[in-house]
């Protein structure tokens, strides 16, 4: 689903959108040095190089979510996204021609079932579809699309739908772009809808599977009286059991040609290409993809005040909890999203905030925190409290309001923002590090209709935020009377009637078919990936500290992130004892601090430590902002510049 992240966006183009020959966009001052190309189509294409290895991470992006799927028909953007992977007329069938005739016949056969309601006729007219699919199946290729992408080498073929996005992800080898655009244009293009009433099985099975989660029906009860008028409150991307048990092939074709169209589309990209290269075999591919000029756009009323707390009653079968959420503006409000992410980590952040030090560790509640879910039109801000034992929700409701009031007053130190800050940098950092973070980056400012340059600018406006900021956001949007409540209580769920799904015929595998577009693919030859190895003797900085410590030395080019690890031969092999006396170790603390006083100490710092025990060796690591590790832990007189550094001592 959505990300839950801190880096939403503020202010705008003070640096300003430049271009690079006038072919691209750029914003001065990037980190990622992020260049975006639109063709003429309307189809953007972010992009980022990064050679750390010889692969790209590739999301191709659809603004279009659940959100978008018609009140009376729900469910769609999710079912199309299962059929995106089913393939098109090159593949995923052997013979095109002759599978159609079947494809149309079950296609209008649905539209009859859609609206037919006497159950015996129903069970007929399934059958007819049954029998009619196991005709077709004998013609396709099942998993042709997984076959293509396990051919050219990517992994993590998958895809998400939130209420605002639909996302299609792949990480390919640097030298494989052609074949993967030519799959993805493909199928983008040309989706052929086949297998349809057996993928429904594994719809209704993750319907089936949401029915009975606490934490989602806390949040549907909570959305239904927050979102009035919006259909983040109205319907959810799963969809209803009696849209799921009534399918349409014709409105899933009507939704991907609405919204599946170049002008509604980003493909997000980070990794080891070559921009103007990139450009060339997107454009090859993608270019002749026909625009939508008429892409609806989602209205709805504003949402009314909450003027006094609503509380609702769910039941399920897992651990009673309290969850209760404050609205806030969407993503597209650049200041309010910015200002909630350190709002949430001031009152919750795992180690030092407010629900932290009061409620956690003083164990207060069996459990507690709080988080931001920011989406494009609203968000909320939401916390969530388990009972310990003898403890009634009603209890566990007072103590969390109790810290939101806490945060409102401005009860909190000011170190503790600053720390909250130093750890959000580094949060930052390493974002930036990966390309999945990149391009997750990407996809979030496209969906959320953010200029690129607004959006990369986000921690330097969070970071100069003040306590007044902080506390008036909370007392503006965190009223001690302006949120939804739901109970979770221990019963029986009334909703949780499973759908159950037709009896269907096995379908045809056909594993020993294979259609002329794989094998087409298959036997492309490509540039071959030439290794680099690392130089010991220019790569890396040794020196001795004194007899017997050896050091390692690289500088960090990238950002300021500090890694310091030291390593002792002695192991389990030496000492079986030694994995569980480390397994204590933070639990324990020293002659002068506390446990918990040094994990607030190294929250403050933005850093943290961790121990390895292998066979042969055992290893301490610390890590975090080199501002704050070089001072600590360096001794003065091999201290390293001030500059980004990652040392491994010996």
Known sequence: MKKLAFIAAAVALLLGLGSCSGKYQTVKGDPLKTKIYTLDNGLKVYMSVNKEEPRIQTYIAVRVGGKNDPADNTGLAHYLEHIMFKGTEQFGTSDYASEKVYLDQIEELFNVYKGTTDPARRAEIYHLIDSLSYQASLISIPNEYDKLMSVIGATGSNAF??????????????????NWAKVQSDRFKNLVVRGFHTELEAVYEEFNMYLNDDQENAMIAIDSVLFKNHPYGKQTVIGTQEHLKNPSITAIKKQKATYYVPNNVAICLSGDFDPDNMVKIIEQYFGDWQPNPDIPKLTYAPEAPITKPVEKDVYGTEAEFVMMSWRYPGEKDLFDNEASALVTEVLYNGQAGLIDMDVNQQ?????????????????????????????TLEEVRDILLGEVEALRSGNFDDDLLEAVKANLKLQYMQSLERNQSRVSMFMNSFIAGLEWGDYIQSFDRISKLTKEDVVAWAQKYLGADSYVLAYKRQGINPKSNKIEAPKITAIATNRDKQSDFLSEVQDTVVPPIEPVFVDFSKDLSTFTLKDGVDVVYKKNETNDIAQLVFRFYKGLLSDPALSLAFNYLSYLGT???????????EYALACNHSFNVTSTYTSYSISGLSENISPVWLPSRHRAPASPLSTTIL
């Open 363 to 391: 164990q207060k509640t069996l459990m507690a925190g709080a988080m931001n879910y920011d989406r494009t039109d609203y968000s909320e801000f939401i916390l969530l409290g388990y009972p310990k034992e003898g403890q």
């Open 591 to 601: 002659p002068e601090r506390s446990a918990e006083d040094i994990a607030k100490e």
């Open 161 to 178: 739908t939130s209420n605002d996005v639909t996302c299609y992800t792949e990480n390919i080898p640097a030298n494989q772009i052609e």
